[in-house]
Every structure is written in C-alpha cells, then in structure tokens.
C-alpha cells in the first residue's frame, strides 16, 4: 500500500506497472530531507524534492531539472557505471509516465542499483574492509582529484574568507548545544583554533590556490558514499547542489574520509589512506591544512547529528542515542585542534633490508606520515610511480634533490605537530648529518632506525620484488654494501638496530610506546 501523505506522482511510482522494466516488489522508498529515492530491483530512480533550505535550492521545476543534471555530469567522474540519465516525466489526466511527449512535470535521475553490502560503510561493519581496500582507495581518490576541473573561478573558493564561511556559520547554528552534547570548553578552543588558523596561515591558503589545489571536489566523501562495484570502488553522490561546498582543497574531501574511518576506531586504516593519497598526489604541503579540514569535518557530522534534537518527530530513544553520537564527534573535533610535538624517524639500510615494511608498520602504530625517498625521487623527476625510472634519476644530482626534499618536508610537518618516517637508504653519513643538524636546529627530535637481514635475505628479497614503486634490483646490492657508510660516533646515541627477519612489534615497542 503507498502512503496516500505522499505526492500522487510518488504513490504511483511505488507501483511495478509505472516502469518500462521488471520490478523487485515491493519498491522500497527511501526519503532523505531534499529526495525521494525509489529501488525497484536492478534500477534506483532518485527524485528531488521542491524545497529551499538556502544552501540548497529545489523550489521549481527547473531548479530541479538542473541539479539531475548536475548531479549525473558530476558523479560521471567518480562512478559512471552507475549514474545513467536524467529521465523527464509527463502527466496526462491523473497518470504519471515516462516516455511521452509535451511539457515534462517532473525529472527523475535513473541509476544502477547495487547491493547494499556493497556499501563501504556496510564492509567496515561486517568486517570485510582491510588494508588493501583502503590503500586502492587511497589510488582511487588521487586519481579522481587528478581529473576534476579547476579554474580562476573555482580557485578563488580557496581564499580565507570563503573558506571561513561555513566554519563561522558552524559555530553560529551550534551555540545552543552547549551544555547538551557539546561543552562550554570544547566550543571555545574549536573555534579559538579555526580563528587562529585563518588569522596565521593567510601565505598556506595562496599558495594551494596557486599551485591549483582547489578544485572541483567530491565534498561529501565519507564510507557511506564509496560503494564495490564489479571489483570497482566508486565514489558517488557527490555535493551537486552548493558551489561552495564542493569548490573546495582536496584535503577538504581526503579529511572526510580520514575523519570518518577514526570515528569508526580504526586510526590505523586512516593512516594508511592518508599515506596511500599523499604518496600518489605528491602533495605532503597540503598535510599542513589538513588538521583544520579534520575538525571541520567532524564538527559538521556533529552539528548535522545535534539537528535531530530539536526535531519533535524523532523518537526519545533515537534522540538519546543521537546526543551520544554528536557529543563524541564534537570531541573528535575538538581533538584535532590539539598541537603534539612531532618527531623524525630517519630509516636506514641497503635495499631490501625491510626499511618500508618497517616504515609501514611503524606509520600504522603511531600515526605517522610515511615518506620514501622512491616516490619523492620520481615526483621530482616527473615519472610515474610504477614506471620504472632511467638513468637520469638515480644521478648524484637527483639523489642531492631528492635527499634534500625528503628532510625539508620532514622537518616542515614534524615542526607541525606530525611524527614523519623518512624512508630512504640514507648508506651516507652527509645524508644522516643533513637530517640531524636540520631536526636539531628546529628542536625536532630525531631517531634513526637501522635495518639489517643477511645476506642472503636481501638477495631473496630483491629478486621476488614485484608491483612496487622501488626500482633497485638485486645486482645493485653488492655495490650498496660497499658503498655503505658506518655510523660516526656522534650517530650512535640516535640509533635502534632492528632485524627484519625477527618480528617486528617487539623490537619497536618502544619506539610506539614514546
């Protein structure tokens, strides 16, 4: 039976007869606060609904016909296998149809239906999502943010007092939760940092305006809108309704998903996107804006979950629950906002010596930005990761580059507050001295981890190496060995020797622990 409050054109169609197709009865509906979503079985049919909240605009027919159609242009570049077209739909007497001629009454967005256990949201509950989803995430997004489109226009969303909009209207809809599920404190240092940042770091938002970080982004890009399609993740529902909201940094959209994976507990999933994202985009700068993107995040996941208290229709129990909800993101907000002293952890070994499985490990454990020196080598040098380097990149004067890159990046974020891992063979002592006199000047604390394994472990090693971005290969290891330098008296105090062939958590304890 359909809901006789519903709009006639609705009612019909939660009816099988309505569509050119097979229907899987009965069609479910599901009503968000702006649509009407129809499932019929092997097609979604999603209708918006005439309403105006400000930030977004349904109220008339055309209004309505636009944003279908940009919704689908839109959501083509992040899952096109399931976004199909924007169908009219026509009346005659009191039937609804599609398919017929004259002045179209209303437009429908048809879509592929998926299972909804194919819901990223739906893996992470059922226990199916695991490091190697959340890594080809990582590729995914980067590669998304790769194609979408910017311009002077979309670029000047990115200067501060566009940027500081949606923050102060944040705090403006959420003074009355204060007391509720949010505390007098939290408000305060939440906003005390936003308003510092924006202040401070005017020089930041230029330059990820000129170097073209602003872009045309997804703006809502959390586990509930990445879905597994045919062995395919896609990205989908993305903002189509507010400029502003998806003309955006793309740290903005990176922040959502790493906020959302730690609310749901799992840190060490969200280092390992952050870490996948930034090694393929090259773009470690943009790590400096991320902490406030962070807290914005969880503070609009709050502020939307705190609405549903003053809603008279939402029932006692679900409102309890909600206050729960909200308050735990008004923390996580409030969390990020909290500056930490970073460290260095500078790695060291030949090739093959277990340097970036380590590295990883560690990352996952202590939150930390890993950085090898393969992808920064071939980011300067303008090669694909997975494309293996020529001659011309392994030059003294590119290792120099590269060397160079690999510690001002370190010692930028580790200055910000992030423990780094810098990820290279560093088999030279002007290398190790570069880092420690440069973390020594800034008071950065620094640590230097040496990888060891037998010989022939590394050859073993080496000669099985496949689908990874390092292009050593195992002739190189004898001349590695020999070219070595031994650690000088004053690098002793930084250094843990570690074998990669005894398990690693023990050994590093209490690296994690400090």
């Not at 770091?201 to 703006?219: A, D, P, T, V, Y």
């Not at 922040?255 to 985009?281: C, H, P, S």
């Not at 909200?326 to 010596?353: D, F």
């Not at 063979?425 to 230097?448: F, M």
Request: hydrophobic share 35%; aromatic share 10%; net charge negative.
């Amino acid at each position: 039976m359909s809901d006789t409050s519903l709009p006639a054109l609705i009612q019909q169609m939660q009816q099988p007869g309505f569509y050119p197709h097979p229907c899987q009865e009965p069609i479910q509906l599901i009503q968000t606060h702006c649509s009407y979503v129809l499932l019929t079985g092997d097609y979604v049919y999603k209708l918006k609904k005439p309403v105006d909240f400000g930030f977004l605009n349904y109220s008339t027919l055309d209004l309505r016909r636009h944003f279908c159609h940009e919704e689908l242009r839109l959501n083509q570049r992040g899952a096109a296998e399931l976004y199909l077209e924007v169908l009219p739909i026509y009346q005659s007497n009191e039937q609804y149809q599609f398919g017929a001629t004259g002045d179209a009454v209303e437009y429908a967005l048809k879509m592929r239906q998926f299972p909804d256990d194919g819901l990223f949201s739906t893996m992470f509950e059922s226990g199916k999502i695991n490091e190697s989803y959340i890594e080809d995430l990582g590729r995914v997004v980067a590669r998304y943010h790769g194609k979408t489109e910017t311009s002077d226009y979309i670029s000047s969303f990115g200067t501060v007092p566009k940027v500081r909009e949606a923050f102060d209207q944040n705090y403006e809809q959420t003074v009355n939760y204060i007391g509720g599920p949010q505390t007098q404190q939290q408000f305060d240092e939440t906003q005390q940092y936003t308003n510092k940042f924006f202040a401070e770091r005017n020089e930041l938002f230029q330059s990820r305006m000129k170097n073209n970080f602003i872009r045309e982004c997804h703006g809502d890009l959390h586990m509930r809108n990445i879905c597994l399609w045919h062995n395919q993740i896609l990205l989908f529902d993305c903002i189509e309704f507010n400029e502003p909201f998806r003309f955006v940094d793309v740290m903005y959209d990176v922040a959502f998903t790493v906020m959302d994976l730690e609310a749901r507990g799992r840190k060490d999933l969200a280092n390992i996107f952050l870490n996948t994202y930034v090694e393929q985009t090259g773009d470690w700068e943009g790590l400096q804006i991320l902490p406030l993107y962070l807290s914005r995040q969880a503070y609009v996941r709050a502020k939307v979950t705190s609405f549903l208290l003053d809603d008279p229709g939402v029932p006692t129990a679900v409102k309890q629950e909600s206050a729960k909800t909200a308050a735990a993101y008004y923390t996580q907000a409030w969390e990020y906002t909290h500056s930490s002293t970073g460290r260095l952890i500078l790695m060291s070994g030949v090739s093959g010596s277990g340097k970036s499985t380590t590295a990883r490990y560690l990352a996952k454990q202590i939150g930390a930005i890993h950085l090898r020196s393969d992808a920064v080598r071939k980011h300067l040098g303008g090669v694909e990761l997975y494309e293996r380097g020529s001659s011309e990149l392994y030059t003294p004067e590119m290792t120099a580059k590269t060397y160079a890159r690999l510690v001002d990046l370190g010692v930028m974020l580790a200055n910000q507050g992030f423990d780094v891992i810098l990820d290279a063979k560093y088999d030279r002592v002007n290398l190790r001295s570069d880092a420690i006199n440069k973390a020594t000047e800034k008071g950065i604390s620094l640590q230097i981890i040496q990888c060891t394994a037998p010989v022939e472990v590394l050859n073993e090693r080496l000669s099985n190496r496949s689908g990874d971005i390092a292009d050593a290969t195992v002739d190189l290891l004898s001349s590695q060995l020999q070219s070595s330098e031994a650690f000088t008296a004053s690098e002793k105090s930084y250094i843990k020797i570690l074998d990669t062939t005894q398990p690693l958590a023990s050994q590093l304890d209490d690296v994690i622990r400090q």
